[in-house]
Structures are given as structure tokens and as C-alpha cells.
């Protein structure tokens, strides 16, 4: 069973940053793709960040250029560094694991709020 521990949220002004970071049980871990994933309220849940198992990393445009993922895999963590962030980044963002052999996992959310 895998467990996903992600690290508080804050309150951050606008143009700030913020490192989350995202802590995994278990013995997968390096052999698995990793992702961050936002929602914001009344909106659906959109991705953020993936970093695959070799290190490859892809953005959306609505991130490219202020969000870095990382991943070190002799701590079981994955990492987002925002930096510029906007009042449209406020959102909860999750961590999320995909196994080699299919399955998701999730981590419980940690909410991040940018004040313009």
C-alpha cells in the first residue's frame, strides 16, 4: 500500500513562491511516474507538473516557465517549486503516484492561496 504525505500549504502574496513537497511510503517510488495536480473550487482537477520514473518532465502552458517538479529518490519525495505565483494559482494541489503496474494514489490535498 502506498501513502502520500504532502507538506502544508500556505498563504502566499502574488509574484511569491512557494516549495511543496510530497513524501511516498513504500518501495515503488522510483520506479513511478509522479504528478501534481490542482483544483480549485468549482473547477474540475487539472494537472500541474509530471516527472517520470527516468526524471523527464512536462508542463502545461498555464505553468511552464514558473513551476519546476523534482523528484529525489533516495527520500521517496517529489517536489513543486512555484514560483510567480498568481491569485489564479489558489487552489488545493495534490500529489499524485502512478505505479508501474497501473494503480493511482493520492495525496490528501494541501491548499495554497496567492492574495493579489
Known sequence: QVQLVES???LVQARGSLR???AASGSIFSSSAMGWYRQ??????????TITSGGSTDYPDLVKGR?????DN???TVYLQMNSLKP???AVYYCNLHAPYGNWYWGQGTQVTVSS
Open 8 to 10: 502544508w500549504g500556505d
Open 20 to 22: 511543496l513537497s510530497c
Open 40 to 49: 480549485a473550487p468549482g473547477k474540475q482537477r487539472e494537472l500541474v507538473a
Open 67 to 71: 513551476f519546476t517538479i523534482s523528484r
Open 74 to 76: 533516495a527520500k521517496n
Open 88 to 90: 489564479e494559482d489558489t
